[in-house]
């Protein structure tokens, strides 16, 4: 790991202050800057925020969220079920039985949950701020159609979900590698799960990297698996229900 990352990840992680109380407002925000964009606006998230890193911006909100900005990232792209995809599979239906609240954080078209509700998964749960792949997951995965899909913001959904709502959260990156580190992400998802986080991201990659051990750590979850897949972490944790 070369020590630009590690300083990146210290600055996440230790330098970073927490802006919780944005983001609870965060997709209203997303709303009204799109309808007030300019390309001064543009310009300065795209460049001065980076040197103002501790204050929260909407920029990759922006990206995500815009239905003209999916040539490179669009739904078609996480349609497959690839290898690494099949392995986290495998580790949901081994942490959980089919009725069990499993979330799918950050879910694009839902190709996981599809995965699931295959093998008789029965209370799915996604959340996503793409809303062109939301709206093509009923249409690609009819039988979605029962599950608890929304379309929001990760940050909002998190914030607004009640703490031990879900007996499984978990994650395909690159995903919460994306959420600006302005956000508690990893206190956020310990708080409203039951009993296990599985993330399969890139730890020392993409925008936002993290001393991401560390803080599962300080939020009292144990690491009980992990597996390297071709360059992504498979991390399984569990709730410690020790005091």
Same mark, same amino acid.
């Given at each position: 790991m070369s020590l630009f990352i590690n300083i990146k990840k210290f600055k996440n992680t230790f330098l970073t202050p927490y802006h919780r109380y944005y983001y609870t407002q965060v997709d209203e925000r997303l709303k009204k800057s799109k309808e007030k964009s300019n390309k001064f606006i543009k310009i300065f998230y795209k460049y001065l925020s980076k040197f103002f890193w501790f204050i929260p911006t909407l920029e990759s909100h922006r990206y995500w969220n815009d239905p003209q900005e999916k040539i490179k990232h669009g739904y078609e792209k996480y349609l497959d079920m690839d290898d690494s995809a099949k392995t986290l599979i495998d580790e949901i239906s081994k942490r959980t039985n089919k009725k069990d609240k499993v979330l799918d954080l950050c879910c694009n078209v839902g190709r996981h949950l599809n995965a699931l509700n295959k093998i008789g998964y029965s209370n799915l749960f996604g959340v996503d701020i793409n809303n062109q792949a939301i709206q093509k997951m009923t249409t690609i995965y009819k039988n979605l159609n029962s599950a608890n899909i929304s379309y929001k913001s990760a940050e909002s959904y998190l914030i607004n979900t009640k703490d031990n709502f879900f007996d499984l959260i978990y994650t395909h990156g690159a995903t919460v590698e994306l959420i600006p580190a302005t956000f508690p992400i990893v206190n956020e998802v310990c708080r409203v799960t039951k009993n296990y986080v599985i993330f399969l991201i890139q730890e020392n990659g993409h925008a936002y990297p993290r001393f991401w051990r560390y803080e599962? %750590? #300080?939020? %009292?979850? +144990?690491?009980? =698996? =992990? #597996? +390297?897949?071709s360059g992504l972490s498979l991390l399984v944790y569990k709730k410690s229900f020790q005091s």
């Open positions: 599962f %750590k #300080k939020n %009292k979850m +144990d690491l009980i =698996y =992990y #597996k +390297d897949c």
